[in-house]
């Protein structure tokens, strides 16, 4: 599967922001997707993640209640909201992709688990 992921900009504390994820093919609902980011000379950490076959998720306590996974079947999409946005949410934001679906645990939180990754989107947040 290929990914893609957009819609990244520039927002002030207290905005929001929607990320898109286009993941290519029909085979989506076999996935467990997540998100991840990875701000300057930190490594990329957990943000979300979502059984695509029936919306289990699964977020960081850093922005659980703030963000949110929501899908398009129809179009093989992946979106996170992003809601009261902070300074300490700016990073590149990455979308990823393992084949099969899994029962919620701690590999969701791996990124080395993901076998597959889009680009990444860079959501700068500013104070």
């Known amino acids: 599967v290929q990914l893609q992921a957009s819609g990244g900009g520039l927002v002030q504390a207290g905005g929001s922001l929607r990320l898109s994820c286009a993941a290519s093919?029909?085979?989506?609902?076999?996935?467990?997707m997540g998100w991840f980011r990875q701000a300057p000379g930190k490594e990329r950490e957990f943000v979300a993640a979502?059984?695509?076959?029936?919306?289990?998720?699964h977020y960081a306590d850093s922005v659980k209640g703030r963000f949110k996974i929501s899908r398009d079947d129809a179009n093989d999409m992946m979106y996170l909201r992003m809601n009261s946005l902070k300074p300490e949410d700016t990073a590149v934001y990455y979308c990823?992709?393992?084949?099969?679906?899994?029962?919620?645990?701690?590999?969701?939180?791996?990124?080395?688990?993901?076998?597959?990754w889009g680009q990444g989107t860079q959501v700068t947040v500013s104070s």
């Open positions: 990823a992709a393992k084949p099969g679906n899994f029962a919620l645990g701690s590999a969701w939180r791996d990124r080395n688990w993901y076998a597959y």
């Open positions: 093919g029909r085979t989506s609902s076999r996935y467990t």
């Open positions: 979502f059984r695509w076959r029936d919306g289990l998720s």
